[in-house]
């Protein structure tokens, strides 16, 4: 069942104009920001970082964290403890440990090995338990199938708007 968010949060280094109406926004960094996170429920990042932009110790223990930037090898989001110690959910494995820096990182540091991952499949069909004792981590890399899906959903709306 759906709940509808209390407050949105945003934290971010510039105040992009088209979000200007937005909301509530933090810069990154501050306290502030630091304690809106971790109060968090759901956590979504989205930026091309070197490195990561928060730990095991700065989200909630139940966080939901949705990872949608740092698909190249050299980029991460999360931290590796915190990728360690998280439920992470991808798309694809191969993809995901060639592509998603936060992954393919934390690998490397020996935080997580490819038998510790889900894919989106397998929780879909109901084949893996996922504990909310646990952060959750979905990281995507983005695959050209997704994109194909979303256009088309896109176009069947206006085309079913006239």
Request: charged share 20%; no cysteine; glycine share 8%.
């Amino acid at each position: 069942m759906a709940r509808k968010a209390r407050w949105v949060i945003f934290v971010s280094r510039n105040r992009p104009a088209q979000l200007a109406h937005a909301a509530t926004w933090l810069a990154a960094g501050s306290p502030e920001a630091a304690a809106a996170l971790a109060a968090a429920e759901l956590v979504i990042t989205a930026t091309n970082s070197p490195e990561p932009l928060f730990g095991l110790g700065d989200v909630r223990g139940d966080a939901i964290i949705i990872a949608l930037g740092s698909h190249t090898p050299q980029a991460r989001e999360i931290s590796g403890e915190l990728m360690g110690s998280a439920t992470i959910i991808v798309e694809d494995v191969e993809t995901t440990f060639a592509e998603g820096g936060d992954v393919v990182q934390a690998e490397a540091e020996g935080f997580i090995d490819r038998g510790a991952v889900l894919t989106m499949a397998q929780v879909i069909r109901g084949e893996a338990e996922i504990s909310r004792e646990r952060p959750v981590v979905f990281k995507f890399t983005g695959m050209a199938w997704e994109d194909l899906v979303v256009a088309r959903a896109i176009a069947d709306e206006f085309a079913a708007a006239g």
